[in-house]
């Protein structure tokens, strides 16, 4: 077994002479080179883990050439003789670090993470917050790098004046700490004792009969996709997500039913929808056909892909509702159209257990005791409720057309 300091020197004149076997150095104890009848040479490191008992174990440096030369070799050598006696496995260390680097890289993990989701309504905000706020900000840091400051550095980086976005982007980030610590892919979470972001303050704005006639009778100018979503959205009370993501297999125009499935549901449970005939009649002109199509996105754009394009055609209707003639309007948002339809329930003298079936609201009548053993689904009622809203509706848009 040859034996000898290995330099550039020795390491060239064994190349020259085509030398092959181990030579190992004489200054570093466990440091050698393999000279291979190919040419090709290796750098390793021969060492035992736990004392003379232990098995020997051998761990590749690198290969001889361009980054290892002998001297970045020595110098490799004796950084990993230092880890050894730290009781730090070599091999063990740089599988963490591949993990780190690949794995365990935010960017790779979030993707994970959001694979791992079920209900549809929770991936989407999951993957919103995620590519607008956190992504940009922790890169591919490895998970188990990132503390409490880089997460900081996520909600300095969104506007202030984002409340209901900061809270939004802290309960997914959260929940994503949360799931590494149950994998045992990190110890503990960054964000354990981080105060929440303040609750948004409850909106209580509704829209007036005026105002939802001039909302519905500029819809017709605006998306072809955003109008009958606005449309829909006054008509059934649905939230936004719901009715932009509804297909038409959701649908059964013989019964005149929508069936929001568990998995597009906010809260997980399913909700029948009664049609009155406003919202028929909207999906009547989006068929085009006496007969609904039985597959496919009713709301899918040129490029096939969901309507997105909310806050663009939210500022044209806006625009077009101030030249309409009328008083100015205040300040709006879709999801108001929700609360106008609950408000206007409570006008009409719909009963609220109805009014929270309708809504799909799982708190109030329907929380504690009365959620788990009334099982009435209120379909009679609600269908009464809908067909009193369509006609309330109907009188509103043809008030002033």
């Keep these: 077994m040859a034996s000898g300091k290995i330099t550039k020197r020795s390491v060239d004149a064994l190349i020259a002479t085509h030398f092959e076997g181990f030579v190992w150095d004489d200054g570093i104890k466990g440091f050698g080179a393999k000279f291979s009848k190919s040419g090709a040479i290796v750098y390793v490191l021969q060492f035992r883990m736990g004392g003379r008992e232990s098995s020997t174990r051998r761990y590749t440096i690198g290969n001889h050439g361009s ?229 496919g996105k009713i709301f899918a754009t040129s490029s096939g892909g969901g309507f997105t394009g909310y806050h663009k055609c939210k500022s044209k209707l806006d625009d077009l509702i101030s030249c309409d003639g009328g008083e100015p309007m205040p300040a709006w948002r879709l999801h108001d159209l929700r609360r106008t339809l609950a408000t206007g329930f409570q006008r009409l003298g719909v009963r609220f257990e109805v009014t929270e079936a309708i809504l799909n609201h799982v708190g109030g009548a329907r929380a504690g005791v009365a959620g788990i053993y009334q099982r009435h689904d209120w379909k009679p009622e609600k269908r009464e409720a809908m067909n009193m809203w369509n006609d309330h509706v109907a009188r509103v848009i043809t008030l002033e057309a």
């Excluded at 050598?77 to 365990?104: H, K, M």
């Excluded at 993957?127 to 840091?141: A, C, E, F, I, N």
């Excluded at 500029?218 to 936004?240: D, K, S």
């Design 67 to 295: 980054p290892w030369t002998p001297t970045m070799a020595r110098e490799e050598a004796q950084r990993l003789l230092i880890l050894i006696a730290q009781g730090i496995d070599p091999a063990e260390a740089d599988r963490q670090r591949r993990r780190e680097a690949v794995d365990l890289a935010f960017a790779n993990y979030a993707a994970k993470f959001e694979r791992s989701l079920v209900k549809q309504n929770w991936r989407n905000l999951v993957s919103r917050s995620l590519k607008l706020h956190v992504t940009p900000v922790l890169g591919k840091k490895p998970l188990p790098k990132i503390k409490r400051h880089d997460i900081v550095a996520v909600f300095d980086r969104m506007p202030p004046a984002q409340i209901a976005n900061r809270r939004n982007v802290f309960a997914v980030l959260r929940r994503l700490f949360r799931w590494a610590v149950s994998r045992g892919d990190i110890d503990r979470s960054p964000m354990d004792g981080m105060e929440t972001p303040p609750a948004v303050k409850p909106r209580d704005r509704w829209l007036s009969d005026s105002e939802l006639g001039r909302i519905w009778r500029q819809t017709y100018h605006v998306h072809r996709c955003f109008g009958p979503i606005i449309r829909l959205l006054i008509v059934t009370g649905q939230r936004r997500e719901e009715v932009a993501s509804l297909s038409w297999d959701e649908l059964d125009q013989a019964e005149q039913i929508w069936t929001i499935p568990s998995n597009r549901a906010k809260n997980g449970e399913p909700n029948i929808v009664p049609l009155n005939a406003l919202a028929i009649q909207v999906l009547d002109d989006l068929a085009c056909a006496p007969l609904w199509p039985r597959h």
